[in-house]
C-alpha cells in the first residue's frame, strides 16, 4: 500500500506562473518531509524539505506547505521556469522508515 | 566533490543469471540506501544501513535479493537468480543521517531478458 501518493502524475505551467504540486499521506507517525527533483538518466536531487512541527518552508522560488490534519504536502514554485520541468518526488520519513511517492511529472512552457 | 558512483550505468543479462549492482557513497555519509523505482509504485526502498550495518531491510523483495557494505565507502546488490519482473532502476543513495538529505547515484537500469 502506498503511504505517500502524488495523484497527480503530470502538470503543464506557463512559464512565469506558479506551479503546485500536491502529495498525501496515509501515516500521523510521518516527522519529515522532503521533495525531490528529478531529470531524466539522473538520480533525484534534493529540493526542500520540512519538519512536522513547521507548517511552511520557503528556499527562493520553493515553498514548501504541511497541513497535518488534512495529512497533505504541497510544494510551490514561484515564478516556474522552462529549467523546472523535470519530475519531481515526494518523501516522507519515521523512524527508519522512507516513503516516496511515485511522482510527478512537471513540464514548464516557455 | 565526487557524488554517490553506481556502476554499471545498464546492465541487460538473461533470466536466472546472478546481477551484482555497486555502489560507492560519498565520503563521510554513514548512512546509505538502496531504492528500485518502477512506473508502478514509484521508488521503494529496498535496504537501509547506518554505519555498515543493515537497520532495514523490509523491503527486500525476497531471498533473491541480498545486499551488502563491507566498508564504508562500498555497497552490492546482489539478485540471485534474477527474473524478468526484477528488472527497474535501481538506486544507490547516502546521507549524513537519517533525516538529512539523500544524495542518490545516477542509477542502473537493469533489463532481465
Known amino acids: 500500500d502506498q503511504q505517500v501518493k502524488q495523484n497527480s502524475p503530470s502538470l503543464s505551467v506557463q512559464e512565469g506562473r506558479i506551479s503546485i504540486l500536491n502529495c498525501d499521506y496515509t501515516?500521523?507517525?510521518?516527522?519529515?518531509f522532503l521533495w525531490y527533483k528529478k531529470y531524466p538518466a539522473e538520480g533525484p536531487t534534493f529540493l526542500i524539505s520540512i519538519s512536522s512541527i513547521k507548517d511552511k518552508n520557503e528556499d527562493g522560488r520553493f515553498t514548501v506547505f504541511l497541513n497535518k490534519s488534512a495529512k497533505h504536502l504541497s510544494l510551490h514554485i514561484v515564478p516556474s521556469q522552462p529549467g523546472d520541468s523535470a519530475v519531481y518526488f515526494c518523501a516522507a520519513i519515521t523512524g527508519n522508515q522512507f516513503y516516496f511517492g511515485t511522482g510527478t511529472s512537471l513540464t514548464v512552457i516557455p | 566533490d565526487a557524488g554517490v558512483i553506481q556502476s554499471p550505468r545498464h546492465e541487460v543479462t538473461e533470466m536466472g543469471q546472478e546481477v551484482t549492482l555497486r555502489c560507492k557513497p560519498i565520503s563521510g555519509h554513514n548512512s546509505l540506501f538502496w531504492y528500485r523505482q518502477t512506473m508502478m509504485r514509484g521508488l521503494e526502498l529496498l535496504i537501509y544501513f547506518n554505519n555498515n550495518v543493515p537497520i532495514d531491510d523490509s523491503g527486500m523483495p525476497e531471498d533473491r535479493f541480498s545486499a551488502k557494505m563491507p566498508n564504508a565507502s562500498f555497497s552490492t546488490l546482489k539478485i540471485q537468480p534474477s527474473e524478468p519482473r526484477d528488472s527497474a532502476v535501481y538506486f544507490c543513495?547516502?546521507?549524513?543521517?537519517?533525516?538529512?538529505?539523500?544524495?542518490f547515484g545516477d542509477g542502473t537500469r537493469l533489463s532481465i531478458l
Open positions: 501515516n500521523s507517525m510521518f516527522d519529515y
Open positions: 543513495a547516502s546521507s549524513w543521517d537519517r533525516i538529512q538529505p539523500q544524495h
